[in-house]
């Protein structure tokens, strides 16, 4: 083993400094401003001492990941979902596919608990939970061909508890597409710029495809280069666009857009995955990363000061206008992506591990991309923090609540302990050039003010409207590339379950079943999201509030499969690796869950609701968000449906947990009854190298392996 060179001690002593003092100003900053940059240093130094020293200890010690082994994308290569794909270019794919709305919506949401809790579970979480769920359940799906999640589970926990995740896993997929679709179709209708920009990656992206496999195979900085040119012209084009009379051709209507949602995600799902997904991802994240890297510059370069308290009354009342309940456990759902979302897990099985060269690149790309979203999830809680709280409560409170005009939003801010004015809050929108910015939920506005806010003091308050609404087309391409990836890997999932009784359907790339199931799953999804865009409290938006549980849920499943796989394998004693997640995890969620079953408070508990609207439907009463006696009958039909889903998915989880539970017990009992689906060991003639850069050494067996092919 190679000794640290004091060099090396000295450089992460003070990395670990910077940490250190970023969260020592946090934690104990009392009534004096905070300056945003002391959240970026503690963020940045946590990240680097975790994926230096936690992932390499994973990665070596619990995994022990051999690069001599060849993986599903070598041995199975089938130019269809199976293909070696260049580390650079996976790891562009695989942070666009799990970075969807969750970074960007979650912090921005529970800011209204001060900007300390949810740093803290955004950096912690990451960490220990997050990070180390995409990376084990990466590694494992690897070992097993690129099995779904919920495949590992029937095969690896059993018959009972597999078909209970498989059934959630597939169930919580559609439910999470719908809800990222919808905030496709919000952020793009009526907006030509974003469409434009958005529509334009797709040719490009086809393009860069056939440059790598046919043009220029394995030069991955030229077409880098192209990608990034092309993409830069497509956003300069996109304003335009929106300024000539070619806008009215890109002003797209919801019920369009739909449509067009629906095309795409098919589309994208049975082409070839190096010819339109792996590139249309890997180009959009030069995007979302580059953003995210120009926010933290320009927090550094400005030193905006947190408006926001470090901990709000909200926290410990549960009252709070944007959503109801306290800070345990509703911080920790609300905040997913970016500390620890189940849906990552189904990326990290599907389409992720059918890619892969090397298994010694499973911390760069499964550890590694989950911290740079929680970047994204930092700079997104900075982005809400910096802003007036008074305009912050303003936009992200329900009409129902603030009204619907400057005045009584200012009341309104007023009695939550803020104070705004309805001429400040006036100024706000039109310095942004929109109408008005009351009522903006979903996170999305918030944050392109935040945005506006960073970048117009380092570019100059002129261009303050331009980027709010790059900001908000730049969540649209983000939420995108999840929409795409999260398409192909719902097939997959539903291929696993349907050959379990047709065998053919076991051959993911047999194209009458990848055909048939692709247009499943985008009929689904594509279903609650058209009902959604057409009836305001229907379809998609009747499952919305289900979301976070069943994000965190499915995280359950995936922390339980990983437990119980290291387990078995003979890792007993790291199981604590993934076993402490679960464990808070599960607490977490179905405490939460039974909140949002039982509770006796109508903000909280949806059978709870359900009784007062009711009761109101009784009285002869129309109460709000519902306008209309109509509306009010909806409402009872969602809050019963999202209670009895709840419950259902809740139980399922248990189920799944218990199951996994009792194979580890029976498996330490008896070791050798157990049995593990491992692909059996085949020797890799693969090169390439293990992280973003290459060694000395892997630079030599790079030159050797190109003289010997010719």
């Keep these: 083993m190679r000794s640290t060179s004091p060099r090396t001690v000295v450089v992460w002593i003070l990395v670990a400094l910077v940490g250190a003092t970023g969260w020592a100003v946090l934690a104990l900053s009392r009534g004096e401003d905070v300056s945003a940059a002391w959240m970026v240093a503690a963020a940045l130094g946590s990240y680097a001492i975790a994926y230096r020293f936690y992932a390499k200890f994973i990665a070596r010690r619990v995994l022990k990941v051999d690069r001599t082994r060849a993986t599903p994308a070598e041995r199975l290569d089938n130019g269809i979902d199976f293909h070696p794909t260049d580390r650079r270019v996976l790891l562009g794919h695989h942070f666009a596919a799990i970075a969807g ?3 960007l919506v979650g912090p921005v949401l529970a800011a209204q608990m001060g ?24 590694f494992c799906s690897t070992r097993r061909d690129g099995r779904s999640l919920g495949q590992m589970a029937r095969e690896e ?47 490009i992206a086809l393009l860069m495809g056939f440059y790598l496999r046919v043009l220029r195979p394995g030069r991955v900085s030229e077409v880098s280069l192209i990608g990034i040119a092309l993409l830069l012209l497509a956003l300069v084009a996109g304003r335009w666009v ?38 249309r991802d890997y180009l959009s994240t030069f995007m979302k990363i580059g953003t995210i890297a120009l926010l933290a510059l320009g927090v550094v370069f400005s030193l905006p000061t947190l408006k926001m308290d470090a901990v709000t009354e909200f926290a410990s009342r549960g009252d709070g206008p944007v959503f109801a309940g306290s800070l345990f456990p509703f911080v920790f759902i609300t905040i997913a992506c970016g500390a620890l979302s189940g849906f990552h897990a189904l990326i990290s099985s599907g389409t992720t591990p059918k890619m892969i060269q090397k298994e010694s690149q499973i911390r760069m790309i499964g550890y590694g991309s989950m911290l740079m979203e929680s970047s994204v999830a930092v700079m997104a809680l900075i982005a809400a923090c910096i802003i007036d709280p008074g305009l912050y409560f303003a936009m992200n409170a329900p009409a129902g609540v603030i009204g619907d005009s400057v005045q009584s939003a200012s009341q309104a801010v007023a009695g939550f302990g803020y104070t705004i004015s309805p001429e400040d809050l006036a100024a706000a929108a039109k310095a942004v050039e929109e109408e008005s910015l009351l009522s903006r939920t979903g996170g999305a506005p918030t944050l392109a003010v935040g945005v506006s806010e960073i970048f117009s003091k380092v570019t100059g308050d002129g261009l303050r409207a331009f980027w709010y609404h790059f900001a908000i087309m730049f969540e649209a391409l983000f939420i995108l590339t999840a929409l795409d990836a999260g398409t192909r890997v719902g097939r997959f999932m539903l291929q696993d379950m349907l050959g379990n009784v047709y065998k053919p359907f ?18 689904l999804w594509g279903y609650f999201l058209w009902v959604g865009v057409h009836e305001p409290l229907g379809g998609i938006n009747q499952l919305f509030p289900v979301f976070g549980i069943a994000n965190q849920l499915l995280a359950a499943v995936a922390l339980a499969v990983c437990t119980t796989l290291l387990v078995k394998s003979g890792r007993l004693k790291w199981a604590w690796v993934t076993g402490v997640p679960l464990i808070w995890d ?23 609701q359900r009784a007062n609207y009711q009761d109101g439907i009784d009285a002869g009463k129309v109460l709000p968000p519902a306008k209309t006696m109509d509306d009010m009958h909806t409402v009872v039909t969602n809050s019963t449906v999202d209670g009895v889903l709840t419950a259902a998915l809740a139980l399922l989880i248990v189920i799944v947990i218990a199951d996994a539970a009792w194979v580890c017990v ?15 060991y085949v020797e890799s003639k693969l090169v390439a190298p293990d992280g973003l850069f290459a060694t000395p050494q892997e630079k030599l067996e790079l030159a050797a392996e190109a003289e010997r092919v010719p």
């Design 666 to 680: 029976r498996h330490i009992r008896n070791p050798e009854a157990s049995r593990l689906s491992e692909t059996p």
């Design 586 to 608: 599960a607490t977490v969620t179905l405490t939460a869950s039974w909140q949002k079953v039982f509770s006796s408070d109508p903000r909280v508990g949806f059978f709870q």
């Design 242 to 279: 929106a300024e000539s009379s070619w806008a009215e051709a890109f002003t797209l209507a919801p019920s369009t857009l739909v449509i067009c949602l629906v095309v795409y995600g098919f589309v994208a799902s049975v082409l070839p995955v190096w010819m339109l997904l792996a590139p």
């Design 506 to 523: 076991r051959n993911i790339s047999w194209k009458p079943g990848l055909v048939l199931t692709s247009a499943i799953v985008v009929a």
């Design 157 to 203: 926990i059993g018959p009972f508890g597999g078909a209970a995740a498989l059934l959630a896993a597939f169930a919580i997929m559609i439910i999470l597409l719908g809800v990222l679709a919808l905030v496709i179709v919000n952020a793009l209708a009526e907006s030509p710029w974003g469409t434009f920009s958005i529509a334009m990656t797709v040719p």
């Design 101 to 103: 709305a969750g970074p």
């Design 115 to 138: 900007y300390l809790p949810g740093t803290i579970w955004i950096v912690a979480g990451v960490i220990f939970a997050g990070a180390v769920q995409d990376m084990v359940v990466l």
